[in-house]
Each structure stands twice: as C-alpha cells, then as structure tokens.
C-alpha cells in the first residue's frame, strides 16, 4: 500500500500523446470543446467522431470550457479509456493571469483523473503551440504544480509529462531535476 508519503511517480516521455497507453490523455482544447489544429486536431483524428459527440453534450449542458477548467469524454478509438480537455490561457505577454490559468489546467485536469479513479495520466504542454506560451516558463509551472498536487493528495498513479519534440523533454528533465 502506498503510504501517503510515498514518492509519487512523474515519468517524462517523448512522442505523440495520441500513441500513449495511459488512462487518461489531457488534451491542450479550446472553450468550443469542438475540436481545432495541434494536439487538439491530433486527439479528434486518433480517437474518432465519439469524442466529439461527448464533447457536443457537455457544450449543451454546460457551454463549452471556461480557460483554466477541464471537462472529462471517454476515448473513443485512442488507447486512452479517457481524454480530460483542459482550456489553456493565450499567452498575452503573462501579465493577464496566464500562470495562475495554466496552473489551474493542471490542478483540475489531476481532479478529474482522481474522480475518475484513472491511474495514469499524460500531459502534452498546454498552451505551448498555437497558444504561444513560453515553453520553459510553461513546463516549470507544469511540472511545480503536479508536484505539488501529487505531495497534496491521495493519488497512487503516474503522471506522464508528454514532450513532442527534443527541446520540451530536455526543458521538462530540467525542472523534474530541479525541484
Ligand atoms: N502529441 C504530443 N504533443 C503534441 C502533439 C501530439 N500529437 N501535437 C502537438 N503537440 P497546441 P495550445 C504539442 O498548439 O498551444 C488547438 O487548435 C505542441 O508541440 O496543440 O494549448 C486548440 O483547439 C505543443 O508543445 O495547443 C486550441 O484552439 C503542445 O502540444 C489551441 O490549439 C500544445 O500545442 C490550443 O493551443
């Protein structure tokens, strides 16, 4: 049994999140919930039009995703059994909020996980592309606030910190080595 201070596992891994066998993928959304290009684009394709439908009725009850919420579809076709959409801030420059925003992406996309009972969840960088938020600043807060979440609460599983390309690995083994 893990003891509530047993080190949680963080992993870092590079390659494309759709091909990632954990539990639950995060996807790097917009308030539509309706789907767009980047990981978003990458997600809809591999997982097939059933997340779409389950993001269609949670923009009916609920109107889509407020910036720094996430909301939870199963996976479709994806080898994921889950896909938590998060709504990650524009970067206009970081004095608009962005941090305390994608800090929150990550907070309640690791409540869903939790609430769901998902053992292992993988993070692309939210609000790292078409977002244009700085890559280093974003993985420190990225990888500050699972830590920190994970120290906070009973969670047995792993969190997986999902790099497309060289740069983002090495920024993210930097800040997991850091803390
Ligand atoms: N696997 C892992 N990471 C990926 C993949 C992939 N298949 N594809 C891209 N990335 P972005 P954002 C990385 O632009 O900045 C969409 O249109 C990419 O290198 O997907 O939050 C949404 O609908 C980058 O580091 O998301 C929104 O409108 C990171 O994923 C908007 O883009 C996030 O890049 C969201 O922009």
Redesign the pocket.
Known sequence: MNSPNATPRIQIVQ????KQQAAAIVN???SSLL?????????HRAGGPQILEECRAIRARQGGCKTGEAVITTGGRLPATHVIHT??PVWNGGHRGEPELLASCYRNSLRLAAEHQLASVAF??????????P?KEAAAIAVREVQQWLASHEFPGTVVF????EE?RRLYEQEVGAA
């Open positions: 390659g494309d999140i759709t790097a959304a917009n789907g767009g290009g980047g990981v978003d684009g990458a997600i709504v990650g692309p960088g939210i609000s790292t592309g078409i977002y244009g938020y890559k999902v790099a497309f390309d983002n």
